[in-house]
């Protein structure tokens, strides 16, 4: 059925294809291929010394139809980052979060969507569906999805943590629509707990498109994958085998059970058209077996291949288009291989060989096939001419040594012309004729020949060496020549070693060298592109002596020494000696001196040698463990059992105040956690709890998962003692860290990062704040005003004082209570969107210069709206008129609402300030505390008029007189909180 030309070919069956077209990138490799009829279309990246750019060039067979080229330039960062093919539609995701629908025959771009993307999103696509109408696609990236309507050309939905979830997405493993396109399904992982993890833990979301709402939502443990059947049923692949369930309104049924061998299971894949799973398993002798299993009946079908694993697997490439599935297996060393599938007749049409593989792609009817392999793409056709008239021709390319080389091989004739990346030799099937052969390997000369195939032929071809002329010179600062030892590394192997004096000329084969000088301690180093005759120059300085002398030194101590080029921070060389003093031979230059020794606090000098030797003496200072200093910084998820059960030993250890646990729900926690994984190499799952263990603000070891006390014990002890950082991985596997610069980046991140936690506040310092706001919320003359009119209406409509205390204590109540709940969501909005503090100062700064300037002259304007200030005064006459304390509560619930614009200034800066004490249950407290302060004056005022009735005309008059006065007092007090908490934050 298939033949493909990277080296010599192997194939079963008697039809044939033969290579009409190639592409050679000059860049980095080819991304990704797509085909459409004979219209080939590939994606790469183009790259140079000024800029880089992403490019997607069109063929129809070997012409060029159109490309796309998208530069990058500077600081830009904008590039092509994927494309899929839907019909004659190509959709391309470009890096700014946005699509472009391209007509795959003309290279007219159709429509540009922008997309947003979710929070920590890729561009890459990881899955993707199309309705059988074709009118609507569903794109799956790594956080988030989106569904797309081809026909108006616009996102109808999108799925991410930013708008459909409030889970952390981790990621999402498949997506894909029911049969009539109205219902999408969504799986996903949402966790990053180990133990969770391990368990395969995922969640199934179902989505009803058109009533824009989420209709199914289950986690289940031990799922592989899951696919849509039709427009209710749907199946999950599960590590025991599979499940076929119904949609039934909003609830799930399980229709149909069967275990399944899952024994060497590598991969799942699903062939929509087929409504069947394709396990991919490796048996004992380490090939690939194929396990069909149709859905729905569940029937399933085994096909033993001959893809062998033996040895480094690098990747498994799977695809497959209508019934036609293949399977590459890509090596690190060796030959890849090749496999087509008839999954319609449960066979194998065809196994090769080839030398390299990235990409396979082909139309339906297998008349074209992509494959890309490295920089190369090679388009084979159907062979429409007789096995007769096609020939063979072998080509073997030999080096000087006599041994058969890697090669280039261009061949082309009037009609075609084909560029192939080759492994010592190659084996074509061409039609008869005259070609021009162009054969090139890196390092040898480049031959052309012409050839006349009349019949199958095998042509032997020596290459000769390339070499250019080095001239290497040695010379002092003085420009004097002088003797030096030069080594000549290629590949970072030593090819040459020897002593020059002044001057040599080496003869060199074409590539990058690296040219090292030696002189006494001194190195002097060179790379050289050499594809030209080059001489270069080694110029030595004249080295200069530090001294290094140990004050006090204590017998058997063992010292290392750091020397750091200054004004970088780069680490130059480090050495560990065990006597009272130390020589270090260096160039002259500012340098950073570090002396480490176990026991003692780290001696650092800063050193500048110009024209003379110097002597160091270093004083040790010695230091003792005190557990009173260890801090734990512990990344997790408050349901995470894990992570708990870590949080709780470490505080029954070392008490409450060590431990500082951070929330991944918080973004800035989780990019932390992401960093920390990537700095110090982690691996990609992302586990939690992550542990940071720190003593005296110094990062000591770093711990995954949830280990027992020993461990944490034992990790502290050989840390605190070696002066390292230490790491365990998830393996319970130990390694250190001895690079400067990632401990104090590490440093940076954690420990220099707790903002929000080293500036909370202390009851001591909040108590103050607490009581001045209170005290100007309690003299607003918004709030007072309000409550010394609703008590002199009552007053005038009844002399009694039990209607006094029926109406007042109530109203009093209600304002207490609905204050409490108001300022308790505040502080957790607060605590949970640190920089909201800045807005709350302007807020504080304006209400206060508000409130003075209204009471400036000793009038008072309210800042409420005329439209609601005459729904307030309406309120208070009918709960006035009702003894009832029911309406009288109402009607203060309805005041602390409708007051809110006018008395909100000082309950926000206090809250705010609340929000950031370290202990929430005494931030509640002095919550309680502000609101009682706040109601004091209305006590007050109840009193006052109960038993001193007869004052209530002055007190009227007075309340009149005096409240631009205490406007004045209100905004003071404002102002001068909001200043503090500018200096505070």
């Not at 077209?21 to 085909?35: M, V």
């Not at 472009?100 to 920590?120: D, H, K, L, Q, W």
């Given at each position: 059925?298939?033949?493909?030309?990277?080296?010599?070919?192997?194939?079963?069956?008697?039809?044939?294809?033969?290579?009409?077209?190639?592409?050679?990138?000059?860049?980095?490799?080819?991304?990704?291929?797509?085909?459409?009829?004979?219209?080939?279309?590939?994606?790469?990246?183009?790259?140079?010394?000024?800029?880089?750019?992403?490019?997607?060039?069109?063929?129809?067979?070997?012409?060029?139809?159109?490309?796309?080229?998208?530069?990058?330039?500077?600081?830009?960062?904008?590039?092509?980052?994927?494309?899929?093919?839907?019909?004659?539609?190509?959709?391309?995701?470009?890096?700014?979060?946005?699509?472009?629908?391209?007509?795959?025959?003309?290279?007219?771009?159709?429509?540009?969507?922008?997309?947003?993307?979710?929070?920590?999103?890729?561009?890459?696509?990881?899955?993707?569906?199309?309705?059988?109408?074709?009118?609507?696609?569903?794109?799956?990236?790594?956080?988030?999805?989106?569904?797309?309507?081809?026909?108006?050309?616009?996102?109808?939905?999108?799925?991410?943590?930013?708008?459909?979830?409030?889970?952390?997405?981790?990621r999402l493993v498949n997506g894909g629509f029911f049969d009539n396109g109205s219902k999408v399904f969504i799986l996903s992982v949402e966790t990053y707990c180990h133990v969770c993890l391990s368990r395969y833990e995922k969640h199934?979301?179902?989505?009803?498109?058109?009533?824009?709402?989420?209709?199914?939502?289950?986690?289940?443990?031990?799922?592989?994958?899951?696919?849509?059947?039709?427009?209710?049923?749907?199946?999950?692949?599960?590590?025991?085998?599979?499940?076929?369930?119904?949609?039934?309104?909003?609830?799930?049924?399980?229709?149909?059970?069967?275990?399944?061998?899952?024994?060497?299971?590598?991969?799942?894949?699903?062939?929509?058209?087929?409504?069947?799973?394709?396990?991919?398993?490796k048996d004992k002798n380490s090939r690939i077996i194929l396990t069909k299993v149709n859905i729905p009946s569940l029937e399933t079908y085994r096909i033993n291949?001959?893809?062998?694993?033996?040895?480094?697997?690098?990747?498994?490439?799977?695809?497959?288009?209508?019934?036609?599935?293949?399977?590459?297996?890509?090596?690190?060393?060796?030959?890849?291989?090749?496999?087509?599938?008839?999954?319609?007749?449960?066979?194998?049409?065809?196994?090769?060989?080839?030398?390299?593989?990235?990409?396979?792609?082909?139309?339906?009817?297998?008349?074209?096939?992509?494959?890309?392999?490295?920089?190369?793409?090679?388009?084979?056709?159907?062979?429409?001419?007789?096995?007769?008239?096609?020939?063979?021709?072998?080509?073997?390319?030999?080096?000087?040594?006599?041994?058969?080389?890697?090669?280039?091989?261009?061949?082309?004739?009037?009609?075609?012309?084909?560029?192939?990346?080759?492994?010592?030799?190659?084996?074509?099937?061409?039609?008869?004729?005259?070609?021009?052969?162009?054969?090139?390997?890196?390092?040898?000369?480049?031959?052309?020949?012409?050839?006349?195939?009349?019949?199958?032929?095998?042509?032997?071809?020596?290459?000769?060496?390339?070499?250019?002329?080095?001239?290497?010179?040695?010379?002092?600062?003085?420009?004097?020549?002088?003797?030096?030892?030069?080594?000549?590394?290629?590949?970072?192997?030593?090819?040459?070693?020897?002593?020059?004096?002044?001057?040599?000329?080496?003869?060199?084969?074409?590539?990058?060298?690296?040219?090292?000088?030696?002189?006494?301690?001194?190195?002097?180093?060179?790379?050289?592109?050499?594809?030209?005759?080059?001489?270069?120059?080694?110029?030595?300085?004249?080295?200069?002596?530090?001294?290094?002398?140990?004050?006090?030194?204590?017998?058997?101590?063992?010292?290392?020494?750091?020397?750091?080029?200054?004004?970088?921070?780069?680490?130059?060389?480090?050495?560990?000696?065990?006597?009272?003093?130390?020589?270090?031979?260096?160039?002259?230059?500012?340098?950073?001196?570090?002396?480490?020794?176990?026991?003692?606090?780290?001696?650092?000098?800063?050193?500048?040698?110009?024209?003379?030797?110097?002597?160091?003496?270093?004083?040790?200072?010695?230091?003792?463990?005190?557990?009173?200093?260890?801090?734990?910084?512990?990344?997790?998820?408050?349901?995470?059992?894990?992570?708990?059960?870590?949080?709780?030993?470490?505080?029954?250890?070392?008490?409450?105040?060590?431990?500082?646990?951070?929330?991944?729900?918080?973004?800035?926690?989780?990019?932390?956690?992401?960093?920390?994984?990537?700095?110090?190499?982690?691996?990609?799952?992302?586990?939690?709890?992550?542990?940071?263990?720190?003593?005296?603000?110094?990062?000591?070891?770093?711990?995954?998962?949830?280990?027992?006390?020993?461990?944490?014990?034992?990790?502290?002890?050989?840390?605190?003692?070696?002066?390292?950082?230490?790491?365990?991985?998830?393996?319970?596997?130990?390694?250190?860290?001895?690079?400067?610069?990632?401990?104090?980046?590490?440093?940076?991140?954690?420990?220099?990062?707790?903002?929000?936690?080293?500036?909370?506040?202390?009851?001591?310092?909040?108590?103050?704040?607490?009581?001045?706001?209170?005290?100007?919320?309690?003299?607003?003359?918004?709030?007072?005003?309000?409550?010394?009119?609703?008590?002199?209406?009552?007053?005038?409509?009844?002399?009694?004082?039990?209607?006094?205390?029926?109406?007042?204590?109530?109203?009093?109540?209600?304002?207490?209570?609905?204050?409490?709940?108001?300022?308790?969501?505040?502080?957790?909005?607060?605590?949970?969107?640190?920089?909201?503090?800045?807005?709350?100062?302007?807020?504080?700064?304006?209400?206060?210069?508000?409130?003075?300037?209204?009471?400036?002259?000793?009038?008072?304007?309210?800042?409420?709206?005329?439209?609601?200030?005459?729904?307030?005064?309406?309120?208070?006459?009918?709960?006035?008129?009702?003894?009832?304390?029911?309406?009288?509560?109402?009607?203060?619930?309805?005041?602390?609402?409708?007051?809110?614009?006018?008395?909100?200034?000082?309950?926000?800066?206090?809250?705010?300030?609340?929000?950031?004490?370290?202990?929430?249950?005494?931030?509640?407290?002095?919550?309680?505390?502000?609101?009682?302060?706040?109601?004091?004056?209305?006590?007050?005022?109840?009193?006052?008029?109960?038993?001193?009735?007869?004052?209530?005309?002055?007190?009227?008059?007075?309340?009149?007189?005096?409240?631009?006065?205490?406007?004045?007092?209100?905004?003071?007090?404002?102002?001068?909180?909001?200043?503090?908490?500018?200096?505070?934050?």
């Amino acid at each position: 059925m298939l033949i493909l030309a990277y080296g010599k070919i192997t194939f079963s069956t008697p039809e044939d294809y033969s290579i009409i077209y190639s592409f050679h990138s000059e860049g980095e490799p080819i991304i990704k291929a797509l085909q459409y009829g004979s219209i080939s279309v590939f994606l790469y990246s183009s790259s140079g010394l000024v800029s880089e750019a992403s490019v997607i060039r069109a063929f129809n067979l070997s012409k060029l139809l159109w490309k796309i080229k998208v530069k990058r330039i500077g600081l830009s960062r904008v590039y092509i980052a994927d494309m899929i093919l839907v019909d004659r539609n190509l959709i391309v995701v470009y890096s700014n979060k946005t699509l472009s629908i391209v007509n795959v025959t003309n290279g007219n771009i159709i429509e540009r969507i922008n997309i947003e993307f979710p929070t920590y999103s890729s561009n890459n696509i990881v899955f993707y569906d199309v309705t059988n109408g074709k009118d609507r696609i569903l794109l799956g990236f790594k956080k988030g999805a989106v569904v797309i309507d081809l026909k108006n050309n616009r996102v109808v939905w999108s799925f991410g943590r930013n708008n459909v979830t409030t889970h952390i997405i981790n990621r999402l493993v498949n997506g894909g629509f029911f049969d009539n396109g109205s219902k999408v399904f969504i799986l996903s992982v949402e966790t990053y707990c180990h133990v969770c993890l391990s368990r395969y833990e995922k969640h199934f979301h179902v989505y009803d498109l058109s009533k824009k709402r989420e209709i199914v939502h289950f986690m289940l443990n031990y799922v592989r994958n899951a696919f849509a059947i039709n427009s209710s049923y749907f199946s999950i692949l599960t590590t025991k085998g599979t499940t076929i369930a119904k949609i039934i309104n909003s609830t799930v049924k399980i229709v149909k059970n069967k275990t399944l061998e899952m024994s060497g299971l590598i991969r799942t894949e699903f062939v929509k058209k087929l409504n069947c799973y394709i396990l991919i398993s490796k048996d004992k002798n380490s090939r690939i077996i194929l396990t069909k299993v149709n859905i729905p009946s569940l029937e399933t079908y085994r096909i033993n291949t001959c893809i062998d694993l033996t040895g480094i697997v690098s990747k498994i490439l799977v695809g497959h288009y209508g019934f036609i599935e293949y399977i590459g297996v890509k090596k690190k060393y060796g030959n890849s291989s090749l496999t087509l599938i008839d999954l319609l007749n449960n066979e194998i049409i065809a196994h090769f060989i080839v030398n390299k593989i990235d990409y396979v792609c082909f139309t339906s009817n297998l008349d074209y096939v992509l494959v890309t392999g490295g920089n190369t793409v090679l388009l084979y056709k159907k062979c429409s001419h007789t096995k007769n008239k096609c020939k063979y021709l072998s080509i073997y390319v030999k080096g000087e040594s006599e041994q058969y080389i890697p090669f280039n091989l261009t061949l082309f004739n009037m009609s075609h012309s084909i560029f192939m990346s080759c492994n010592t030799s190659c084996t074509i099937r061409l039609s008869p004729g005259n070609y021009t052969l162009i054969v090139s390997s890196p390092g040898y000369k480049t031959r052309n020949l012409t050839l006349l195939l009349e019949s199958n032929k095998t042509l032997i071809v020596e290459l000769e060496k390339i070499r250019h002329k080095l001239r290497v010179r040695v010379f002092d600062t003085r420009g004097m020549p002088i003797n030096a030892v030069v080594n000549i590394f290629k590949d970072n192997l030593l090819i040459r070693k020897e002593v020059i004096e002044g001057s040599k000329t080496f003869y060199l084969e074409p590539g990058l060298y690296e040219i090292e000088g030696e002189l006494g301690r001194q190195v002097v180093s060179k790379e050289v592109l050499l594809n030209e005759s080059r001489e270069i120059a080694l110029i030595f300085v004249q080295n200069l002596n530090i001294t290094l002398n140990i004050v006090d030194h204590k017998p058997a101590t063992i010292y290392t020494l750091y020397l750091i080029n200054y004004s970088n921070g780069i680490l130059l060389r480090n050495f560990s000696f065990s006597s009272d003093s130390f020589n270090i031979e260096i160039s002259p230059g500012v340098y950073e001196i570090r002396v480490l020794a176990k026991g003692f606090k780290p001696f650092i000098k800063k050193v500048e040698i110009i024209n003379c030797s110097k002597t160091i003496y270093v004083i040790l200072e010695k230091i003792s463990f005190d557990r009173k200093f260890l801090k734990f910084y512990i990344y997790g998820s408050p349901s995470c059992p894990a992570c708990s059960r870590m949080k709780e030993m470490l505080k029954e250890e070392y008490g409450e105040y060590s431990i500082i646990f951070r929330d991944i729900a918080n973004e800035t926690h989780l990019d932390a956690h992401t960093k920390i994984y990537d700095m110090l190499n982690l691996g990609s799952h992302y586990y939690i709890p992550l542990t940071i263990v720190v003593y005296n603000d110094t990062p000591l070891c770093v711990v995954i998962g949830a280990v027992s006390m020993d461990i944490v014990k034992y990790l502290i002890k050989v840390a605190f003692e070696n002066g390292t950082l230490l790491v365990m991985n998830e393996n319970y596997k130990f390694f250190r860290i001895t690079d400067i610069g990632t401990v104090e980046d590490l440093k940076e991140l954690v420990v220099e990062s707790r903002e929000a936690e080293s500036r909370k506040y202390t009851p001591a310092q909040i108590l103050p704040i607490v009581i001045a706001m209170s005290l100007a919320d309690s003299v607003n003359p918004c709030t007072f005003s309000v409550f010394t009119a609703l008590l002199l209406i009552t007053f005038s409509l009844s002399r009694e004082k039990k209607r006094i205390v029926v109406v007042g204590a109530p109203f009093i109540f209600s304002i207490f209570l609905s204050y409490i709940a108001l300022g308790l969501g505040l502080i957790k909005i607060f605590s949970y969107i640190p920089m909201i503090k800045y807005v709350i100062i302007v807020l504080g700064l304006s209400f206060g210069m508000f409130s003075i300037f209204s009471g400036w002259g000793g009038r008072f304007k309210s800042p409420l709206p005329n439209k609601l200030k005459r729904i307030s005064e309406d309120f208070i006459e009918r709960a006035s008129r009702a003894v009832n304390p029911y309406t009288s509560a109402l009607a203060g619930f309805t005041i602390s609402l409708t007051l809110l614009p006018c008395s909100s200034g000082p309950y926000l800066v206090a809250t705010a300030a609340l929000a950031k004490m370290k202990n929430p249950l005494l931030s509640y407290l002095l919550l309680v505390l502000y609101n009682l302060i706040f109601i004091l004056p209305l006590l007050a005022i109840m009193l006052i008029m109960i038993f001193f009735s007869s004052k209530i005309r002055t007190l009227k008059v007075w309340r009149t007189k005096k409240l631009g006065i205490m406007e004045i007092i209100s905004g003071i007090l404002l102002i001068l909180i909001s200043i503090y908490a500018i200096f505070a934050a």
